[in-house]
């Protein structure tokens, strides 16, 4: 719509709405002037002219009717437009024809006062038409000449003197008109003008929601496809580690083994962005030991670090207890201590806790390393910001470590300082809330259980990792039955008597049927509760809330062999 067109259609708006106003009032000044003029005007013409101006204002007001309840668009503006104009222009020309029918020049009252009349009727059009010159005028210009034309044809010099002022008064009341419209047009302008900006803001932000969309699009698919080859080839690494090879092959093999591990870190990082923008990440609070959660983050980083440059110290006053998410609390302290040792070439990093006066308790992890400028410290808790890493290293990460941090310390409330200089080293720290002594039950190490003729259905449309798990879960004695749809699955357990004790059924299968789906079917067909879980490489928001929904537990792919047999008996073990 351009602007033209714009202030066409506020105009012709802002005109209706007044009209209903306006037909109201003319309707009652139509009846004050035919009680001026009843005892001393020709009844004839009088009626004449008053059925006359009703009708008019009858269709005026059945015009505004249809305008209201019509479904009008722009392109019919104009059209209702034009109707307004013609409706004034016949109302004015009705107006015109009292002076010319009945002003007398031996009744100078009658003619003062239908003068007044007429005055009162055209000040109040400016009001009520200005928002249009053009209405304004087709109302205004016949009125005036037909009431000048009265004066001249009925002569006096009362009539005449009316006759100059009238044309005064019109010059006056259309210099106002002019001007009412004119600042009425600068506002539709201005109004046009915001709008139009507006609708680019819009459509700005659509763009930028849709290429948000987009990109979640491409990495949950991206991430999903890279997921389903890593976790087969876990599932294989881990199988080869329990053959006998030579030196070499052991060799070639750790190499392998360290890179499925640097993928399986940066694949596991798009998951808890994926978790964390689908809300399904749980804050589930308790009273824990600080302390052992501290000594035990150390202790693997620092048998990790044995014989670097870099000295992991810890100092962590005894017995310090804390009310959070343990399990949350942990990712994101190792998070730090990872990104404190990736960008320490030498030197130290500590991991520290100590209690501060009002009963809270500081963790702090402090490096000596490259350190931020104070210019990167608003931007390096962004999603994929990375400093220092100009070739791209694999083994520092995607640039999602700190925002998982910060995003996990919101959801926590708890609250996380920086402070950093560069050549100088980094301090993050984390204020926890405190907590009593709480007796703590250290977990079972699950993969002590044994998996020996445990019945165990695995579900996978990927031949690959359907052929990787059988392989680790039969090393560990199960009895698999692995299978690529929830037929196929049901025959193979038909064909060797057997009812699965755990389903593990991957979520996206081939078809219209999922995961949870499958489960449901296979439940329903042993008429049993069968335990079972999902894993996944879906990532999407929309998916894992669906997940979710299904009551199951949820683990994606890729996983460690040993970890996932671990899950898997925790899991026969409930």
């Given at each position: ?84 104009v013609i409706w004034a222009t016949l109302t004015g020309i009705v107006w015109g024809l009292v002076p010319l029918l009945f002003i007398k020049a031996d009744e100078p009252v009658l003619t003062l006062m239908i003068t007044c009349a007429f005055a009162g009727y055209m000040a109040a059009s400016v009001s009520s038409m200005a928002l249009s010159f053009r209405v304004f005028l087709s109302f205004s210009v016949p009125m005036s000449v037909l009431f000048f034309l009265g004066c001249l044809l009925r002569g006096g010099s009362l009539l005449y003197a009316i006759a100059g002022m009238i044309f005064l008064f019109l010059f006056i009341l259309v210099s106002f008109a002019k001007n009412a419209h004119s600042v009425f047009q600068e506002r539709s302008t201005l109004s046009y003008e915001n709008k139009s900006l507006v609708d680019q803001l819009t459509e700005q932000k659509e763009a930028a929601e849709n ?364």
């Amino acid at each position: 719509m351009t602007l033209t067109e714009f202030q066409l259609y506020e105009q012709t708006n802002a005109l209706y709405k007044q009209l209903p106003a306006v037909i109201m009032g003319t309707a009652g000044v139509y009846v004050l002037t035919l009680g001026m003029l009843w005892s001393t005007s020709d009844r004839t013409y009088l009626l004449i002219w008053v059925v006359a101006a009703y009708s008019i204002l009858l269709l005026r007001w059945l015009s505004v009717l249809k305008f209201h309840s019509a479904a009008h668009d722009p392109s019919s503006t104009q059209y209702w437009f034009d109707q307004v104009v013609i409706w004034a222009t016949l109302t004015g020309i009705v107006w015109g024809l009292v002076p010319l029918l009945f002003i007398k020049a031996d009744e100078p009252v009658l003619t003062l006062m239908i003068t007044c009349a007429f005055a009162g009727y055209m000040a109040a059009s400016v009001s009520s038409m200005a928002l249009s010159f053009r209405v304004f005028l087709s109302f205004s210009v016949p009125m005036s000449v037909l009431f000048f034309l009265g004066c001249l044809l009925r002569g006096g010099s009362l009539l005449y003197a009316i006759a100059g002022m009238i044309f005064l008064f019109l010059f006056i009341l259309v210099s106002f008109a002019k001007n009412a419209h004119s600042v009425f047009q600068e506002r539709s302008t201005l109004s046009y003008e915001n709008k139009s900006l507006v609708d680019q803001l819009t459509e700005q932000k659509e763009a930028a929601e849709n290429a948000v969309f987009a990109k979640d699009r491409f990495l949950a698919a991206a991430s999903h496809d890279l997921r389903q080859p890593l976790h087969a080839s876990g599932m294989f690494v881990d199988a080869l580690n329990h053959l006998n090879l030579g030196k070499d092959a052991e060799a070639i093999l750790e190499k392998l083994t360290l890179s499925t591990s640097s993928l399986n870190k940066l694949l596991h990082e798009l998951l808890d962005i994926s978790r964390l923008d689908a809300n399904v990440v749980e804050y589930l609070p308790k009273g824990f030991n600080l302390s052992k959660l501290l000594e035990r983050i150390y202790q693997e980083y620092r048998d990790g670090h044995a014989g670097s440059n870099i000295e992991l110290v810890l100092s962590v006053e005894p017995s310090l207890f804390s009310y959070s998410d343990p399990m949350l609390l942990e990712r994101v302290i190792r998070n730090l201590v990872e990104n404190a040792l990736k960008f320490t070439d030498h030197g130290s990093v500590t991991l520290s806790a100590a209690r501060n006066d009002d009963e809270t308790i500081d963790v702090k992890v402090v490096d000596t390393g490259i350190g931020i400028p104070d210019a990167e410290h608003s931007v390096i808790f962004l999603e994929f910001t990375q400093l220092n890493n100009p070739e791209r290293d694999r083994q520092k990460g995607l640039g999602l470590g700190l925002t998982i941090v910060k995003r996990l310390c919101s959801l926590m409330s708890i609250p996380l300082s920086l402070e950093s200089s560069p050549n100088v080293g980094t301090t993050l720290t984390l204020r926890l809330t405190s907590s009593d002594p709480v007796d703590t039950i250290e977990t079972t190490d699950m993969l002590s259980l044994s998996l020996v003729d445990r019945v165990i259905l695995v579900i996978d449309d990927e031949l690959d990792i359907r052929d990787g798990m059988t392989r680790i879960l039969e090393q560990s004695g199960a009895q698999v039955v692995a299978a690529a749809d929830c037929l196929d699955a049901i025959r193979g357990l038909h064909d060797k008597d057997l009812i699965p004790e755990l389903i593990v059924a991957d979520f996206r299968l081939r078809g219209d049927i999922n995961g949870i789906d499958a489960i449901k079917q296979i439940r329903d067909e042993f008429n049993i509760e069968i335990k079972a879980m999902l894993i996944t490489g879906d990532t999407s928001p929309d998916r894992l809330l669906l997940a979710q929904a299904g009551k199951l537990r949820i683990e994606h792919k890729p996983i460690a062999a040993a970890k996932l047999l671990d899950i898997i008996a925790s899991e026969l073990v409930k």
